[in-house]
């Protein structure tokens, strides 16, 4: 009985060792394996260790593939997105941004675009813009980022382009022109259109028409905007001015005060 239980306190204590070993061995490859991450991490930071720059050539490298992580770059920053390998590996919906700035096909959708102007957006419209700097921010706060790409966006220290300072500057002139449409949205709600055979086009307001909730209902007016080809049709608060300005018109054959005109095409 006295050799059983001495025989089983040896079993036991040789499971324990076993055990703190095997584990010892999980723990160090996994710092031999962030450190090697690191190690190549540091490869990248520039002389004065402020900032990590890549190629397009070495953001290439890291497809899961060649490198086990994933990158991508969106207007020329670098993130790491393994964690969300589920929507970037090989085979999947988006395996497309890896490895690049793709930054153009997240607003244009078009996942086949390898040309050099993957990364150019200077021409794309205030709401694209605007959607791109969401994406971006979608990325630093789910993602790790990681450095600055060498190329459209920054120079090979990580400094900005003057593309970029383009960008800054027409991204600041969407957020203002974004803020005039709202101020206009609330003066001018949008009317409510609808089309039938007999009819042709029904425009009318309510007072929640283009989603601007107001104690008003307005008529429809066309206001016309420049820059615009056609006028479009608007709610305006009759208690208030109607002559502030002359790009407003009336709809022919439509009462002064009636909240629902027919349009004729
Ligand atoms: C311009 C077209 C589109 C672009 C550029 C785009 C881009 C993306 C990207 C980059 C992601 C991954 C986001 C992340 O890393 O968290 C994503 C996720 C996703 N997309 Fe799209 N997408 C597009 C259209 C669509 C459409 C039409 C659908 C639906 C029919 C769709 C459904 C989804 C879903 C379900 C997810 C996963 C969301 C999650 O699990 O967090 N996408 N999309």
Known sequence: MYLREILLMYLNYKFIVAGVIILMGILYKKYEHDNSFVAEINKHTNKNHSKIVLSHDE???YNGIDHDRLYLAVLGHVFDVTIGNKHYKKGSAYNYFI???GSRALVTGDFKDES???????DLHCNDLLTLLNWRQTYKKKYTFVGFLNGRYYDDQGKETNYMKEVKNRIKQCKVEKIKAEQENIKYPPCNIAWNVDEGSK????????GIKRDWVGVPRQLYTPGE????CVCINLAEDESS???IKM???CPHTSTTCIVNN
């Not at 425009?203 to 283009?210: D, F, H, L, P």
């Open 116 to 122: 050099h102007l993957k990364d150019h957006i200077l």
């Open 59 to 61: 953001l290439s490298h």
């Open 245 to 247: 300005t002359s790009l």
């Open 251 to 253: 709809y022919d054959n």
């Open 203 to 210: 425009v009318w307001c309510t007072k929640s028409s283009g």
């Open 99 to 101: 490895g690049k700035d």
């Open 229 to 232: 080809e056609k006028p479009r």
